[in-house]
């Protein structure tokens, strides 16, 4: 299975939201990481077929995705950041109306609606109103209807956004076990998350792929611009905003544990620091914006 990009543009008038990308995804979890404005949201739906290119191509197996119409878009599960829900319907009146837009066949779509609420922890609220649900449930629900028709292409914008560390737990394990037969790509700011669970992380800036490959592969970039040193807790703010400081772990009540990542040695007492994704991010992205 192989779903490939080639010259994918996406302009809006001067702009360039995705700018000739090139690149192939086979079975596996890719983590797709950017700041605001990076593209991410308009390749996502233009993978979904929401939207067409301004130019180039997505070819699924081999053939245009255009040219496979229906037949293509019934292999997509798609979670939007802000994905749409009727509140008062309950989650699984909402479930099995989705299924019934895939077309699924009724006695199918129930076993799997039930089965998919379940596992994200809804099972006990499957009869309650959409209205009253928090918004990490709502969350869990999309989360749910992404995956009802076992989808080859799962794409999920911002699916853990409103969920408590416990349910992001859940949904990595859910995540990681469905991803062995499809194609997910993720994207999220919660670097934790792809972190723990993508096998390929890519990273966008001004729509194009800055970055591509496993999380050791694209941060030795900045090995050996990554620091850590013990300060005064007192100080800890005073160096946080003079440095790109990616994490501040309190020690004693007196002494702070500053990360951060600099070209230089940034002041004596600093050492060395395996890089994480976090410090990559941080690198290009400090303050959400591009760099």
Known sequence: MELKMKNLTKRYGDKAAVDRLNVSLTKGVYGLLGANGAGKTTWMRLICGV??????KILFNGRSIETLG?????QIGYLPQHFPYYPNFSALEYMLYIGALKGMEEKESERKSRELLEAVGLAKQSRKKIRTFSGGMKQRLGIAQAMLNEPRILVLDEPTAGLDPKERVRFRNLISAFSKDC???LSTHIVSDVEFIAEKIIMMKSGKILHYGNPR???????????ECAVPAREAEIYAERFNVSNLRNMDGRRTILRMVSEEKPFEGAVPAEPNLEDLYLYYFKGGNER
Do not use: L, N
């Open 51 to 56: 939207q067409k290119p301004t130019s180039g």
């Open 217 to 227: 592969e694209i941060t030795a970039e900045i090995q050996g611009k990554v620091w």
């Open 70 to 74: 229906e037949k293509y878009r019934e």
């Open 183 to 185: 194609i997910v790509i």
